[in-house]
């Protein structure tokens, strides 16, 4: 599994645009870039997936550049209760168990 | 609601003892996870099945975790003569299959504390 590099803390006053980079520069041909969210006492939460280009929902957006090297999750116009821990991981998409590996995230404070 | 459930969602127990934890996945999940996760880091995975088989274990996973999935529906995790270095979150995870692997639903978690 490709080994990530994000940023330890941000942070980010309420209303501004957000956006956390991550590193994976032994990304494979196959592999998938999924973003978590992770709130105190509770599991990660599933933000967002994508694999080239741009890939946008209601939480959030994800850039992927062409080499595939780095990633950028943009959050749109933070609240207090955007406050969290994301994590960003790279896995293949093939046969196999899909266990994700987490690294230490990257801790997102948002400043009233 | 219909998203993952653990119980119990805390445990204190002492060093030495035995001690179980259940995951009640999504209800058509068929693969399951279990994950750990102490202070300040990650989720560290633990252990996959898929329906009622399981496919993979960590080296983290030492002889003192078992883990079932019976007929495929819930599981149960369990520690025996747990130690003070278990104490952690321990968290599960369920997916639908391949194409959504990565999309995983956690539950809460059990926080366990060995005293």
Known sequence: LAKTTQPISMDSYEGQEVNITCSHNNIATNDYITWYQQFPSQGPRFIIQGYKTKVTN??????????????????????LSDTAVYYCLVGGSGAGSYQLTFGKGTKLSVIP | DTGVSQNPRHKITKRGQNVTFRCDPI??????????????????????FQNEAQLEKSRLLSDRFSAERPKGSFSTLEIQRTEQGDSAIYLCASSLGAREGYEQYFGPGTRLTVT
Not at chain 2, 27 to 48: A, D
């Open chain 2, 27 to 48: 209800s058509e999940h068929n693969r399951l996870y279990w994950y750990r996760q102490t202070l300040g880091q990650g989720p560290e995975f633990l252990t996959y």
């Open chain 1, 58 to 79: 209601e939480v959030a957006s994800l850039f992927i550049p062409a080499d595939r090297k780095s990633s950028t999750l943009s959050l749109p116009r933070v609240s």
